[in-house]
C-alpha cells in the first residue's frame, strides 16, 4: 500500500464489508440493522423506529368506521457504546519479500479479529431473552441426537406462544449441529433454500428454524451443573444493531521503517422485543 494511494472511506468501507462477511450474530438477519442516525463516534445515539400495535374493529354493514387510527412511533435509542481499535505495522523488509497485497490480508485478518469480538457482544444479549428453557443451575441435558431436535422444537413453541413473527433462527455451537445432523428431520444446507444458504454459518434448517452455527455461542458455568450453552432462538426482530469504522489512518511509525494501519470500530446493540429471542441453556452431551 502506498500511503499516497491511502483514502480512508475506501479502506474503511472494506473494513466494514470484510466484517459483514465474518459477522454471525451480528449479520442481517440475525439482527434488526436498519437505524437512523450517523455513527461519528462511541456514545452517538442512533434511532430504531417501530410502529405501534394497530387497533382491531368489529365492521357493521351499512355504518361508518371510526376515523382513521393515527399510528404511534414507538422510536426508541441504541447508545452505541462500545469501542474496538488494531494498529499494526509491515516492516519494509518484509514487505519486499512478500506479496505485494500483504496490507490488504492484514486488513482482512483484523476485520476478521473486530468481528468476532462484536459477535461475542452481540451472543452476550442473550441475558434479555423473553423467555428461557433451563437455568445455569438447571440445564436442559441431550441423552440422545433425537432430543436435539425436540429441544428445538419446544424453542419454537415458545416464540408461537409470544407470537413472534417473522423468519426464525437459532444459533448453536458446532457440537449441536453434530447432533442434528445424525436425526433424518434435519434438512442440510444444500436442500435448503438458496436466501438461507446466503447466511454467514448456515448450516441446515429443522424444527422451522434456520440453524447457524457460531463458536461464540455463550457459556456459563455451574460448580455443581457444570458448563451450559446458551442455545438462542429469535427472530429479526429481537435484537437492534448497529456499527460504524469510524477512524482509519495510515501512517509510518516514528521508531520503524514500515507501513502501519489503524483503526476504530464502534457499534451498540440492545434487545428491543425480548418476547421475539428465547434461550435454552443446555449441557453438551458427554
Same mark, same amino acid.
Do not use: C
Given at each position: 500500500?502506498?500511503?499516497?494511494?491511502?483514502?480512508?472511506?475506501?479502506?474503511?468501507?472494506?473494513?466494514?464489508?470484510?466484517?459483514?462477511?465474518?459477522?454471525?450474530?451480528?449479520?442481517?438477519?440475525?439482527?434488526?440493522?436498519?437505524?437512523?442516525?450517523?455513527?461519528?463516534?462511541?456514545?452517538?445515539?442512533?434511532?430504531?423506529?417501530?410502529?405501534?400495535?394497530?387497533?382491531?374493529?368489529?365492521?357493521?354493514?351499512?355504518?361508518?368506521?371510526?376515523?382513521?387510527?393515527?399510528?404511534?412511533?414507538?422510536?426508541?435509542?441504541?447508545?452505541?457504546?462500545?469501542?474496538?481499535?488494531?494498529?499494526?505495522?509491515?516492516?519494509?523488509?518484509?514487505?519486499?519479500?512478500?506479496?505485494?497485497?500483504?496490507?490488504?490480508?492484514?486488513?482482512?485478518?483484523?476485520?476478521?479479529?473486530?468481528?468476532?469480538?462484536?459477535?461475542?457482544?452481540? %451472543?452476550?444479549?442473550?441475558?434479555?431473552?423473553?423467555?428461557?428453557?433451563?437455568?445455569?443451575?438447571?440445564?436442559?441435558?441431550?441423552?440422545?441426537?433425537?432430543?436435539?431436535?425436540?429441544?428445538?422444537?419446544?424453542? =419454537?413453541?415458545?416464540?408461537?406462544?409470544?407470537?413472534? %413473527?417473522?423468519?426464525?433462527?437459532? %444459533?448453536?455451537?458446532?457440537?449441536?449441529? =453434530?447432533?442434528?445432523?445424525?436425526?433424518?428431520?434435519?434438512?442440510?444446507?444444500?436442500?435448503?433454500?438458496?436466501?438461507?444458504?446466503?447466511?454467514?454459518?448456515?448450516?441446515?434448517?429443522?424444527?422451522?428454524?434456520?440453524?447457524?452455527?457460531?463458536?461464540?455461542?455463550?457459556?456459563?458455568?455451574?460448580?455443581?451443573?457444570?458448563?451450559?450453552?446458551?442455545?438462542?432462538?429469535?427472530?429479526?426482530?429481537?435484537?437492534?444493531?448497529?456499527?460504524?469504522?469510524?477512524?482509519?489512518?495510515?501512517?509510518?511509525?516514528?521508531?520503524?521503517?514500515?507501513? %502501519?494501519?489503524?483503526?476504530?470500530?464502534?457499534?451498540?446493540?440492545?434487545?428491543?422485543?425480548?418476547?421475539?429471542?428465547?434461550?435454552?441453556?443446555?449441557?453438551?452431551?458427554?
Amino acid at each position: 500500500m502506498s500511503l499516497n494511494n491511502f483514502i480512508p472511506a475506501v479502506w474503511a468501507g472494506n473494513l466494514l464489508a470484510n466484517l459483514n462477511n465474518a459477522h454471525v450474530f451480528a449479520q442481517a438477519g440475525m439482527v434488526n440493522r436498519d437505524y437512523e442516525g450517523e455513527i461519528r463516534a462511541s456514545g452517538d445515539r442512533v434511532k430504531i423506529n417501530q410502529i405501534g400495535r394497530v387497533t382491531i374493529f368489529d365492521y357493521t354493514k351499512n355504518t361508518d368506521m371510526p376515523a382513521p387510527e393515527v399510528l404511534t412511533d414507538n422510536q426508541r435509542e441504541l447508545i452505541i457504546n462500545q469501542a474496538k481499535a488494531f494498529n499494526f505495522v509491515i516492516d519494509d523488509v518484509d514487505k519486499a519479500q512478500t506479496q505485494p497485497k500483504v496490507m490488504g490480508e492484514a486488513t482482512k485478518e483484523a476485520a476478521y479479529a473486530l468481528s468476532d469480538v462484536a459477535d461475542r457482544y452481540v %451472543a452476550g444479549l442473550y441475558v434479555g431473552a423473553g423467555s428461557n428453557l433451563g437455568s445455569t443451575v438447571a440445564p436442559e441435558t441431550l441423552a440422545t441426537p433425537a432430543e436435539a431436535y425436540d429441544l428445538l422444537v419446544e424453542l =419454537g413453541i415458545l416464540l408461537d406462544e409470544n407470537k413472534a %413473527a417473522g423468519p426464525r433462527q437459532v %444459533a448453536v455451537p458446532p457440537w449441536f449441529v =453434530g447432533q442434528l445432523a445424525r436425526d433424518d428431520r434435519f434438512i442440510k444446507t444444500g436442500s435448503a433454500g438458496a436466501e438461507s444458504t446466503l447466511r454467514n454459518g448456515f448450516s441446515g434448517q429443522a424444527a422451522g428454524f434456520d440453524i447457524v452455527k457460531s463458536n461464540n455461542v455463550p457459556t456459563a458455568v455451574d460448580g455443581t451443573a457444570g458448563t451450559s450453552f446458551k442455545i438462542q432462538a429469535s427472530t429479526p426482530q429481537a435484537r437492534s444493531f448497529a456499527e460504524q469504522i469510524v477512524e482509519t489512518e495510515a501512517y509510518r511509525p516514528e521508531r520503524r521503517f514500515g507501513d %502501519a494501519l489503524k483503526g476504530l470500530h464502534v457499534y451498540g446493540g440492545k434487545v428491543i422485543r425480548p418476547e421475539a429471542l428465547v434461550v435454552a441453556h443446555v449441557k453438551r452431551p458427554a
